[in-house]
DNA sequence: GTCTAAACGAGACGGTACGTCTAGTCTTTCT
DNA sequence: AGAAAGACTAGACGTACCGTCTCGTTTAGAC
């Protein structure tokens, strides 16, 4: 009784709210954006939607996980600066504009939202982190990265650039901007980071 | 008429409002804290609040524009290693725990208010920038980093890995996560990264 | 869309409203009765009271419409002063303690709210002059009034009394004074009124 | 130390809350006047009305106490019908239009507020019933009505039609109604009412 | 002609209720 | 049984006035 059959859900209403959700999102942001605007949009009742979904930020992560492939290719021309500045700037593309990229609206709300950010990091962020190690794994194999790399650290530094402009509203890097980060980038995973003095 | 008038502004509503705003964002989340819950635990008026602040995100701001001395707070012992671990891991305590860290919420919030998130850039992040900078030319002229080094890029790597976890829910670093990301970023900038291949 | 389907009303809902609404009223007088007091009383959102009726004034109509045959009782005994005494007595009854009667609480509200002074119009007046007619006419039948008596007059002069004394707070007539005024205007309708001079 | 000196009271700005009260009453109707917007358009402080006042309501009696004259004049040219034709007329027009007369207001504030109601009383109804039977003793005197008229009848049975259509929203009588009526009232008073029964 | 106490304008304050909005639940009817 | 439609409870929103309360600033009577 409590559980709905997904068996028999209507592909329909499910399109229809999910196409909606992205159009009132660009149009209106996700904050002003209602689920009794996607109702109505959508030609569905809210409690179909309420039925399948548990927030706004659920339908939206739905409704991006389809299309999220771009920023999750990464390029691999064995040049790992020139690959990375391609994929950094896509993922940038992604998040513009700031105002009005789902995505961009979709990572902001995930700050509000445990359960979200809980979906968010299973439905888009491991699946990218994945590709990302197999990209760092092949530069180990070209021998354009030491062994000895922490991919931890790798996925921290190239990425943290853009999210530390995005929260604190200082634009998106540009290309350039992008460039001398990742070269920077590079060359610290290559350096292995300042030396730790010797224990005792 | 319609602007009120700052002279007369009661000093006591003032700091009830303030108080209770911080209470209540740690107490229930940002996004669950109301204006009329400020308002009845400050003794104060809704109008008072709506008087002088456009938001509760510009409350939250002016609230914690007093205290933020901690996170901006850059020690300058001569070593720039130590140092700006000590630095990044002030701004991840004043993070944590990312659930109900008023200035998380803050940074979170912003997301969704292009005016709280130019406020929050001229209250809290240009100060912060500008002594990150000060402590940046220290190193220089101690000659820790070379005098070519790029502020727009250190600061985003120092900082862009505590947000970029912070965005993705991937918990904020640890100490030594920390230090390992930071000696990364001092061998970049000292490196001043990968060189461009020459042009043509 | 925007208007509410009357179909799917809840009875339970308008029941409760209703009778909220007269309990406040009299407990506490129309002036001091809201809408939000109604509607917690009620066990009612605002929003349902607001979605079927315009203002506290047509509820108060609404409930006091479904009860107001007391007062529009005509006896018919055949003795017409007797008759006039004892339905203007109701009346009176009716609009008794002018204080707290919700009848003279509608009427009095009627005087600030022209749309709601035409409602009552509709649902109470004008049925009450009907009804106040059908007993002229059994009064001309009967030889008790001359068959030219202006049935205007007549409800004015009737019921003139009454309301002169309730609109400037001189106490609403007793039984001996309303029997007075009853056989003047008696008096008054069988002789016609004093003669116009004639033209010319 | 309480109560106000009114000595040192300023003339000027009583005159302008009284002016402004009246042309606000007849502008938004006495409803929506607010005590707010008197002080606003007099250029007067709130503090100076609640002050001197009470309620708008007794701002507006005393506005209109000063002028209540015309209402109040009883002509008396030795023909009671047209006489109380013409006074009664005058009451009329002192109450039209209904909407937007400031004396039908105060009225209707009266039903809403006893204190106000009872200064009414005092300030207008009182001396007008007065004069009223200042001029049933001419009438008397003249041999117009007979010398055991009632005067609380009397009274009743002029005025009474016109507040019984004002209450309802009928319309105001024009002149030939209230000729009607006015006939059938002296009628009425020179016949003494239709006899009571022999008691027993 | 000062002095001084009170009335004044201005308007911020704690409140209350307004009428609107959206959330999330529940009910009815249709497919 | 799922879905469309939409009424329902709940409660926050931002606004409007209320009546009270400082603030300086006139201002008019007493000295």
Redesign the pocket.
């Known amino acids: 009784?409590g559980t709905?059959?997904p068996v028999?859900?209507?592909e329909?209403?499910r399109t229809a709210v999910l196409e909606s959700t992205i159009d009132l999102c660009r149009a209106d942001g996700f904050a002003r954006m209602?689920?009794?605007g996607i109702a109505e949009r959508a030609?569905?009742?809210?409690?179909?939607i309420?039925?399948w979904w548990s927030?706004?930020g659920e339908v939206l992560l739905e409704a991006l996980a389809g299309r999220a492939e771009i920023a999750a290719a990464f390029p691999d021309s064995g040049d790992l600066v020139r690959d990375m500045c391609a994929q950094t700037m896509s993922v940038v593309e992604l998040l513009s504009p700031q105002e009005t990229s789902p995505y961009a609206s979709l990572v902001a709300e995930g700050q509000r939202d445990p359960a979200l950010s809980a979906a968010i990091r299973t439905r888009l962020v491991d699946p990218f982190i994945a590709r990302f190690d197999e990209r760092m794994h092949s530069a180990v194999a070209a021998r354009e990265l030491p062994a000895s790399v922490d991919l931890g650290v790798a996925v921290d530094l190239f990425y943290g650039p853009i999210y530390h402009r995005l929260v604190f509203g200082l634009g998106l890097p540009d290309g350039p901007q992008l460039e001398t980060r990742v070269r920077h980038v590079v060359a610290a995973l290559r350096s292995g980071g300042v030396p730790r003095p010797p224990a005792g």
């Open positions: 009784m709905p059959d028999r859900r209507s329909r209403a209602t689920i009794e030609g569905v009742s809210k409690k179909t309420y039925r927030s706004k």
